[in-house]
Structure formats: structure tokens, C-alpha cells
């Protein structure tokens, strides 16, 4: 078939696992000849960066000199014409590059009521998608799913969602699971992260599905794996509610208590978390919280957060133990990447499998169930007194490095798209 054109919809392009997805397919597909727009709500604070990006981040400066419409926040600023399509820096952008489209409305455009906002999101999505005229649709997580298949209706344009963390939580309460029930069999296809993810939805649903796996980023399949490796217990992602980053310090918490305990009773000696701390990378809202919880659990001078962070693979390459502890995750890029540095690894076996479908326990990582504070306490301390089993734990988990390279994996992304296409 001759090069199609692909539309990609999603809310921003702010680091996250979902969007890092999307920005990695996005390159993939134009390094194979294919046009590529993003169509995104609005401008992240934090974005990825896109290598054959049509479009520029610019100063508020150089915003009033051109007198162009601003489309972000007031430290950072898109370049938009009143469509809201992102011109091009001659200072930045690469000409003939990924195009982009923004579909927040303009003050302009706002409404006064709920009802009439939402209709008119859709009106600008769907005129959007006409204008473009992609072969299809490719939309990431959530509302922008159903926004995607909603006002693309009788545009004869095929439309693929994805759900990229565990669709009970994307789709719930009432309102957005019966929308979901009502628009998803209309998408022309769904793709699903894990075989657990599948179960939510109807039998509609699940029979135009296909589990698709993420795949790796190239800076963590090119380095030799670290023999050596320091006495740090690492998390990667955002500080928040769900990924529970206090698990892993009320857990290190009870280790280093458990030493003081056997150190008074002794007269002494070293402790097993003696020289060990805890790196947390990321930002969020609970950055706050869980300092405060570890300085409650008096550990605050072994815990670090060093914030978001550009060279993850750089930075973390040589960590003992890397911990996710999430309470719900789709297929966790973090975990993926720990494992494919030869980490030992060990993950909460949360909803929606995702974990599970990586790691199989006491081989290639450690599960423990999601919220338990003493069996994370016990994995670490598993981790920490047996480092050749670790070792061992951390050459097998590098064997994703085979399984989800990204030579495979957009592979399989791009055999089903043509697919869906063709059809």
C-alpha cells in the first residue's frame, strides 16, 4: 500500500509511559516513510522530546513578535495560527517533519455551559480529523478514546483505541464504562497491554483485540549490564497515590528498624541496611508527603529525590534493586527498562497484569502483593543478604531485551495497522 498518513490523539505529549508509547511509534512510522500528526488536547509542562518534530517550544518573546496565538502555559508556549495548527521555527522545527494539531478550545471558542463546551470539543476534533483526512487513527487512554471514536463518526475514517494502564480504572464508574460499552465496538480495533485487560470489556470488544507489548527504549539495550552494582533501592515514575512509593519506605523503614532492634540486643555491629539508601526518580504530588513520611519513619537521611530525570539508563544503570510498587499499572515501562538493565527487580503483582506478564516470580524478578508491607520488606531483604541471587534474577530479566526490542515490537504494531487498514 502507498505511505499512509496516521493520526495520533492524545491529550499531551508530558512524560508519561503512554505518551513516551506514542512519541516512539510516532518517529517509528515516519522513519518509515509515513506521514504522522499529533493531534494533542493541550501543551505538557514537561514534554518529550520529538526528534523530526515540524514544531518548536518558544519563549513568550518571541511569541508577541510574531503575533501568532499562544496555545500552552504562560512559561512555555506553542507558535499556533488560528487553527490551532504549530508553525514551524526556522530556528527548530524539521521541515516536512511530524505535524501537529492542537484541539483545546480557544477563548474564543469557549461556552458558557458543560453541555455546550463538550460539543464543542467534539465539533473541533472532528473538523480536525476532516481537514486531515488520515487512513486512520491511532488514540491513547481514557476519554480520549471515546472522544476519538465519537467525533470521528461517519468520517469514514478507521479508528484503533488503546488502553495503556488497567481499563477498570480508565473506564471507571457508570458514566464512562457505559460509554465505553456504547462507543468501543464501533473503534475498528482495540489494542490491550495484558491478558487480564481483555476480561473488562464485552465480547464485542475482546474479538477485534490484540495485546501489543510496549517496547524498549534503545538506551537500555546498548550498554554492557554493571556487575558491580551500588546499594541503592530505586523506583522510577511519578510520585502519586497510585504508583504508592511509601510502600517501599515503610518497607525499608522496617529492615532498618529490625537492625537497630538486632544491633541493641547484640552490643553492636553492622546492620543489613547499613549502606544502603533509597532513590525515588520522578515528580508528582505526593513528592511532598513522602518526605514527610520518611522523615516520620526516621530514614529521611537515606532517602533521596533527585526529581524527573532525562538519563534514566545513565543514572540508574548500576542500582541493587529497583521496586515497583504500584497499585494498578498497565505494562510498566519502568519496570521493563530495570529489567532489561540486568536490575533485580521487584514489582507488586497489581491489576492489570502487567507485572505478572514480565516477571515470574523468584526467577526472572520478585512479585509481592500490591499494599503489603511485610512481603516487600521480605523481597528486599531477600535481595539484599543473597546478591548472587540477584544477579541471577537480574541475567534472566534481561532476556526482554530479545522479546521486546523495538525492532520486534513496532514491527507487530505496524503489521496491524496495515491490517486494519486494508480492511
Not at 124 to 150: T, V, W
Not at 316 to 339: K, Y
Request: hydrophobic letters at 40%; glycine letters at 10%; one cysteine or more.
Amino acid at each position: 500500500m502507498n505511505s499512509p498518513h496516521i493520526a495520533m490523539y492524545i491529550g499531551s505529549l508530558q512524560k508519561g509511559g503512554a505518551e513516551r508509547v506514542m512519541v516512539n511509534l510516532a518517529e517509528y512510522f515516519f522513519s518509515l516513510g509515513w506521514k504522522v500528526t499529533f493531534v494533542t488536547t493541550y501543551l505538557g509542562e514537561n514534554e518529550y522530546e520529538v526528534k523530526d518534530a515540524a514544531w518548536k517550544v518558544t519563549e513568550g518573546d518571541a511569541l508577541r513578535e510574531s503575533g501568532a496565538k499562544a496555545q500552552g502555559s504562560a512559561e512555555t508556549v506553542f507558535l499556533v495560527d488560528n487553527k490551532g495548527t504549530a508553525l514551524v521555527d526556522p530556528h527548530g522545527g524539521q521541515e516536512g517533519g511530524i505535524a501537529r494539531r492542537f484541539s483545546a478550545l480557544l477563548p474564543s471558542e469557549e461556552t458558557g455551559s458543560r453541555a455546550g463546551a463538550f460539543t464543542a470539543r467534539v465539533r473541533k476534533l472532528r473538523g480536525i480529523f476532516k481537514e486531515l483526512k488520515p487512513d486512520l487513527i491511532l488514540s491513547f487512554s481514557g476519554k480520549n478514546n471515546l472522544m476519538a471514536i465519537l467525533s470521528s463518526r461517519g468520517l469514514g475514517i478507521p479508528v484503533v483505541v488503546s488502553c495503556r494502564s488497567d481499563p477498570a480504572r480508565e473506564y471507571a464508574g457508570r458514566a464512562m464504562k457505559s460509554a465505553m460499552r456504547l462507543l468501543f465496538p464501533m473503534a475498528a480495533g482495540t489494542v490491550l497491554q495484558t491478558k487480564d485487560a481483555a476480561e473488562f470489556f464485552p465480547e464485542s470488544v475482546k474479538k477485534k483485540a490484540v495485546i501489543l507489548p510496549n517496547s524498549l527504549n534503545r538506551d537500555f539495550i546498548s550498554r554492557e549490564i554493571v556487575r558491580e552494582r551500588q546499594k541503592t533501592i530505586i523506583s522510577v515514575g511519578r510520585l502519586d497515590d497510585n504508583k504508592n512509593q511509601a510502600l517501599i519506605l515503610k518497607a525499608f523503614a522496617a529492615l532498618a528498624a529490625k537492625d537497630g532492634k538486632d544491633a541493641g540486643e547484640s552490643g553492636g555491629g553492622l546492620g543489613l541496611t547499613d549502606g544502603w539508601s533509597v532513590i525515588l526518580y520522578g515528580d508528582g504530588p505526593s513528592r511532598d508527603k513522602l518526605k514527610s513520611l520518611s522523615s516520620e519513619l526516621g530514614i529521611a537521611d537515606r532517602v533521596f529525590f533527585p526529581g524527573a530525570v532525562s538519563d534514566v539508563a545513565d543514572r540508574t544503570a548500576d542500582a541493587g534493586i529497583f521496586v515497583l510498587s504500584s497499585i494498578q499499572e498497565g505494562m510498566p515501562n519502568a519496570l521493563l527498562e530495570a529489567m532489561a538493565l540486568g536490575t533485580a527487580c521487584i514489582s507488586t503483582d497489581c491489576p492489570c497484569g502487567g507485572p505478572r506478564d514480565l516477571i515470574q516470580d523468584k526467577v526472572n524478578g520478585l512479585l509481592v502483593p500490591s499494599g503489603d508491607v511485610p512481603a516487600m520488606a521480605k523481597a528486599m531483604e531477600t535481595l539484599m543478604r543473597d546478591p548472587e541471587a540477584g544477579r541471577k534474577m537480574g541475567d534472566n530479566a534481561a532476556r526482554v531485551r530479545k522479546t521486546h526490542h523495538p525492532d520486534e515490537v513496532n514491527l507487530r504494531w505496524k503489521t496491524y495497522l496495515e491490517k486494519v487498514m486494508r480492511r
